[in-house]
């Protein structure tokens, strides 16, 4: 086998057209392109070309005589070689590599699946409270908890609007366990209302047994936490108004309409009069008929609301 | 200033995925490689030697493909991990792990400034004939090139967060 020779234009050395270098147009052997390039009174570098042999194969070095290789890429490249360059396989430990990566990713979402499904059932927890269906949002909130046991405070949440759904039943018993059963893990700015949604449970208990005196005294605990708040005033109002419906005594009768002017001035100033409104003839009816009833008789047997009758003279 | 080869060190699986997403586009196109390193210490920490290559929209991908694979790996290694991390502040070190794994790779996503003339040199040849894809190019390499500059101002670190754990929260707050 024959490597094509090339004659060096300075030195006129006959070499391999691969020992040879392209110096400013100039076909060069190595060793006098580094004189070229060494020469300190050169003004600007001159632009340097690798010469290639056509007849040798760039990459495994195999020599083809005489006869010119295929150049792939305009390089001259051995059959072998060219199939390699033109499929040239990934490297097994990059293979290897992305598998793990991949291995890993699939592994993470299987063992994080119950953190995307507890924040699925947080956000929608989150929809549900802000249309006001609390039962759904206790739902919701207990899934995400159940999803998420290592987050406490989640678990609390759900126990509170657990307790919420339970006040609203008036299951007041259940309803007081479930709160307490919130511990410390509940959010800081939720537990004045744990607190005091317990004592409107305790409320609840008083009205349902007939302890008047007991509801009287847990709805002043309940304005004493807000001594700003007049609304609160109603239920005091519903305490006496129970009292004097029990007792008869008139004291009770004017302490019960005094409280209840002082949440009436109140509601005026919140976004809820309507309410007031029903609550107030609830209270008034109590005081005219000295009959205790509950929301629920009120609303079954006044569908239309009530009016005090006016006396005759 | 953290040099650039320490956190190329730092961030190594974006530097070989780059590069992985380079050879991968040339053997979809049938570019012919020369040779690949797909990490070393140095600059660059990794290259793709190809062939010449003569139709735009190959040159284009080749270009543009560490852009699309990084990103698309960034953030489905990402995702698994942000919920855990992000959400509910766990602290499990597999999550971690493929918080850092994504972000190196997003990290990388953008084509090099090597990439860039080079395909702007194609885009030129390409615009000549009207190719409609050269002519939209033009200023995705000036986009290249100043995310390049920029990446002196962490903007490569950015992206990544960005891709990593911005999109998931958008995709998150939008679908829930």
């Known amino acids: ?313 | 200033m953290i040099p650039g080869f320490i956190i190329s060190i730092m961030t190594f699986p974006g530097v070989i995925v780059h590069e992985s997403a380079h050879m991968l586009f040339c053997k979809i196109r049938g570019v012919p490689i020369l040779d690949v390193c797909f990490f070393r210490f140095g600059n660059p920490a990794g290259y793709v030697v190809h062939g010449r290559v003569d139709d735009f929209v190959t040159s284009f991908l080749v270009a543009v493909g560490p852009f699309i694979i990084n990103s698309a790996l960034c953030f489905f290694v990402c995702l698994p991990a942000f919920v855990p991390v992000r959400i509910f502040g766990m602290t499990d070190p597999l999550s971690y792990l493929l918080l850092w794994l994504g972000i190196s790779i997003g990290m990388h996503a953008f084509p090099s400034m090597q990439d860039a003339s080079n395909l702007w040199v194609q885009a030129k040849q390409a615009a000549r004939s009207f190719n409609l894809l050269a002519i939209l190019s033009f200023p995705l390499v000036i986009a290249i090139y100043i995310a390049n500059m920029l990446t002196f101002f962490w903007l490569d670190y950015i992206y990544g967060i960005a891709i990593g754990l911005g999109l998931p929260t958008l995709i998150l707050d939008h679908l829930f």
């Open chain 1, 1 to 313: 086998m024959t490597m094509k020779q090339s004659k060096c234009a300075d030195c006129a050395l006959e070499c391999s057209v691969n020992q040879t270098l392209k110096v400013a147009g100039k076909v060069v052997c190595i060793a006098c392109a580094e004189k070229i390039l060494s020469d300190k009174n050169l003004k600007t570098k001159p632009i340097v070309e690798h010469q290639t042999d056509p007849t040798i194969c760039v990459k495994c070095g195999k020599d083809n005589g005489l006869i010119d290789f295929h150049a792939v890429a305009e390089l001259p490249v051995c059959p072998q070689c060219e199939s390699f360059i033109r499929n040239r396989p990934f490297p097994l430990w990059i293979k290897v590599a992305m598998t793990v990566v991949g291995g890993l990713v699939v592994f993470s979402f299987a063992w994080n699946v119950r953190f995307i499904k507890g924040y699925v059932q947080l956000k929608a927890s989150h929809k549900f409270l802000n249309t006001g269906d609390i039962e759904k949002a206790a739902t919701s909130l207990n899934a995400a908890a159940t999803c998420i046991p290592e987050r406490k405070d989640l678990r609390a949440v759900a126990c509170f609007y657990e307790g919420a759904v339970l006040m609203r039943q008036e299951k007041w018993d259940q309803a007081i366990a479930r709160l307490n059963s919130c511990g410390g893990s509940l959010p800081s700015q939720l537990r004045p209302t744990v607190e005091e949604s317990i004592i409107n449970a305790k409320i609840g208990i008083a009205f349902d047994t007939k302890d008047y005196n007991a509801f009287l005294d847990l709805a002043m605990q309940v304005q004493n936490k807000h001594p700003d708040d007049s609304t609160f005033a109603g239920q005091i109002a519903s305490a006496y108004a129970c009292l004097y419906a029990q007792s008869g005594d008139e004291q009770f009768k004017k302490r019960a309409l005094e409280s209840l002017e002082k949440a009436g001035t109140a509601s005026r100033t919140t976004n809820s009069p309507e309410y007031f409104e029903s609550y107030q003839q609830r209270i008034l009816h109590r005081l005219y008929t000295r009959e205790v009833i509950d929301h629920k008789e009120f609303a079954r047997r006044f569908p239309n609301g009530w009016r005090q009758p006016k006396e005759q003279p």
